[in-house]
């Protein structure tokens, strides 16, 4: 797993990330829970998409495959109105306690049992389409390699952040009947709705 991991890879990423933002990012590293495994790094976009908001990319899912997957790996992606570059982060520190035990797939509800950042009493995320527009293909992280270009697809995972009881919701009445419910997907001071 680790050995997918290069200098030039997490380059390439960081490329496409700040083609897509126009921002250049602050990058932190979140201790993995299997070091062997490969780091786990949250990219963190400043007034992104637009000033008042933050938002983060994961690095480090990708680099562990998932039967689910396919050829492509995943990565996540939150973007939240608010000043606290914390919640950037907290997609990585998902990440870092759950790659390679879970399928992080679109429509999952995952959650903790603390609060993700201080001040906010939400501890679950729910994963769907990305906030921002990425495009409709994954990102190629690939090289060349032999004068052959190697693929290395990439497809980008929205993460937004809910409280236990629309967890509970959702584990209860399905994603559809959260998703449908009315609230700001971009508000992490917010009340719950369930």
Same mark, same amino acid.
């Given at each position: ?5 290069? $200098? ?5 990423? +960081?490329? $496409? ?6 921002? &250049? ?6 201790? /993995? ?5 490969? /780091? ?9 998409? %637009? ?11 990708? $680099?562990?495959? *998932? ?9 996540? +992606? ?7 570059? %914390?919640?950037? !982060? @907290?997609?990585?520190? @998902?990440?870092?306690?759950?790659? =390679?035990? +879970?399928?992080?797939?679109?429509? !999952?509800?995952?959650?903790? &049992? #603390? ?13 769907? &389409?990305?906030?921002? #527009?990425?495009?409709?293909? /994954? ?7 032999? =004068? ?14 809910? *409280?236990?009881?629309?967890? %509970?919701?959702?584990?209860? *009445? =399905? ?6 419910? %009315?609230?700001?997907?971009?508000? /992490?001071?917010? =009340?719950?709705?369930?």
């Amino acid at each position: 797993m680790a050995g997918r991991d290069t $200098l030039d890879r997490f380059g390439r990423y +960081c490329e $496409l990330l700040d083609s897509l933002t126009g921002v &250049k990012p602050v990058i932190s590293d979140v201790e /993995p829970r299997v070091v062997e495994d490969g /780091p786990v790094r949250a990219i963190s976009y400043i007034g992104t998409p %637009e000033p008042g908001y933050v938002t983060g990319f994961t690095y480090g899912l990708s $680099l562990y495959g *998932h039967s689910d997957w396919g050829p492509t790996g995943r990565e996540l +992606c939150i973007t939240v109105r608010s000043g606290d570059v %914390e919640w950037s !982060q @907290v997609p990585a520190r @998902v990440v870092a306690a759950l790659r =390679g035990i +879970c399928p992080f797939a679109p429509g !999952q509800v995952l959650g903790y &049992k #603390e609060p993700y950042v201080g001040g906010s009493s939400m501890n679950s995320i729910v994963l769907a &389409k990305p906030a921002l #527009e990425l495009g409709s293909r /994954p990102l190629d992280l690939g090289s060349v390699e032999g =004068g052959a270009k190697v693929l290395d697809l990439v497809e980008i995972v929205g993460a937004y952040p809910i *409280h236990s009881s629309e967890r %509970e919701f959702a584990y209860s *009445h =399905g994603f559809d009947a959260l998703w449908s419910l %009315e609230w700001d997907r971009f508000d /992490p001071a917010r =009340g719950p709705v369930a």
